[in-house]
Structure formats: structure tokens, C-alpha cells
């Protein structure tokens, strides 16, 4: 596999910080909403960087975390009620929040398993969209299914003490998300600067650290076997 631009990393870790941000919106069920768009543009920027034109639609099954296209489409339809809430000073440090390394993992691993399995020639440009739906949702369950099957607290402590170094990270990560993740444009600022965007480099560095490089190689793997047994 070729080495993944450092910059692409950074969009994904910018996305994870994004999708962890929604544990802190107040509107309800817009949270899901959130998450579920920070995975597609995750995607979709990966799907970019390998010169995949189509549209993240037609590899829907990656990143939804639901079928139900009409629920969707309800929350979508008041998101835009969150423009109006104000941005209160979030006390709590944000890696220590509970779950928000995990979210930012998933979204981190996601688009790394995708950006190996494009580098296979997996989803190829001129596939039929059933293929592509199909070969989707096996990358999909092959992710999930690692996700639950590994040991992880490794990879979750480390983005926890990476997360947690930056001051005001809690509401700038919120202004973020609010701003660009609850729109249906994959069009998102991932260079965000600021605390964001700080916060998305030291994701970076945490991935760097050879224990944790280690293990996502080993993860990688177990993704692997899952998807050769899909087969």
C-alpha cells in the first residue's frame, strides 16, 4: 500500500472530531445526523484522492448508519434549527468525554480501511451500482466487525490524551460542526484551523506512535481475513 498523504489523514481526523462534537449538540437526533455526515465526507475525500469521480450516494452502504432514508431526511429537514442555538462555553475536555475517542476512531478507521481497499482496486470507477453497494457494505461489515472483535482501548487512550491538550476544543469543535456537517454538500472546510484544526494534528501524531501504528497494521489485517471470508 501506498503511504496516505499526511494531509488526507487530517481530513479524516478533522471528520472524527466532527462526528464527536455531536455528542454535544442540543437538538435531538440531529447527533446521528452529524455523525453519519462526518463518515461521508470522509469517504467521500478518500474516494477523491483516488481518483474515484462518482458520488459517496453510490457507496451509501460505508457510511450510513441507517436505512431508513425517511428518517433522514425528518432530521434533515430541522437541522437547521441548531444555526440558532448558541455556542454555550463547554467546561469538559473534550478527549475526556466519554465516547468521544471512540467516535473519532470509527471515522478514523473507516476511511483508513477505505483508503486501503481502493488502493486494491476494491469500488473501481466503472462498476455497476449494485457491485458498488455490495462491495460497500462488505467493507462496512468487515470494519464493524473488527471494531467489536479487537482490543482497542489502546488506540481510544491514545486519542483521548491527544484530544485533550487543547483549550476551548469542546465549543470549537461544536461551531464546527454546526457549521459544516449538517448541510447535504460533501463541500466541507476540512482545513479548519484553529483549535479544530490543532486538535486534528495531534489525531495525527497519535497515529504516528509506533505501538499504535502497530496496532492499526494488525487491525488492517483482521479486516482483511473478515473480507476474504465475505467472499
Keep these: 500500500m501506498t503511504e496516505t498523504s499526511p494531509v488526507l ?3 479524516w481526523a478533522a471528520c472524527g472530531i466532527a462526528a464527536a462534537a455531536a455528542r454535544f449538540v442540543p437538538v435531538p437526533m440531529l447527533d446521528d445526523v452529524v455523525r453519519e455526515r462526518a463518515a461521508q465526507i ?3 475525500r478518500t ?4 481518483g474515484r469521480a462518482f458520488s459517496s450516494e453510490r457507496v451509501e452502504p460505508l457510511w450510513a448508519g441507517r436505512d431508513d432514508g425517511g428518517f433522514r431526511r425528518q432530521v434533515m429537514d430541522t437541522a437547521m434549527k441548531i444555526m440558532f442555538f448558541p455556542v454555550r462555553k463547554y467546561r469538559a475536555v473534550f478527549g475526556a468525554v466519554h465516547g468521544v475517542p471512540t467516535d473519532v476512531m470509527r471515522v478514523l478507521l473507516l476511511a483508513r480501511t477505505v483508503d486501503r481497499r481502493l488502493d486494491r482496486g476494491d469500488l473501481p470507477a466503472d462498476a455497476d451500482p449494485a457491485r458498488l453497494a455490495a462491495q460497500a457494505r462488505d467493507i462496512r461489515r468487515a470494519v464493524d466487525h473488527t471494531m467489536n472483535g479487537m ?4 488506540l481510544t487512550a491514545g486519542l483521548a490524551d491527544g484530544l485533550s ?3 476551548g476544543l469542546s465549543a470549537a469543535a461544536i461551531r464546527y460542526a454546526r457549521r459544516w456537517f449538517i448541510k447535504s454538500s460533501t463541500d466541507v472546510d476540512l482545513q479548519p484551523g484553529g483549535e479544530v484544526g490543532a486538535g486534528a494534528q495531534r489525531v495525527t501524531e497519535v497515529l504516528r506512535r509506533p505501538e499504535i501504528a502497530e496496532l492499526l497494521d494488525r487491525f488492517d489485517a483482521e479486516v482483511d481475513t473478515a473480507m476474504a471470508g465475505s467472499r
Design 165 to 167: 491538550h487543547g483549550r
Design 151 to 154: 482490543d482497542l482501548r489502546m
Design 47 to 50: 474516494l477523491r484522492a483516488h
Design 9 to 11: 489523514v487530517a481530513q
Design 42 to 44: 470522509a469517504v467521500s
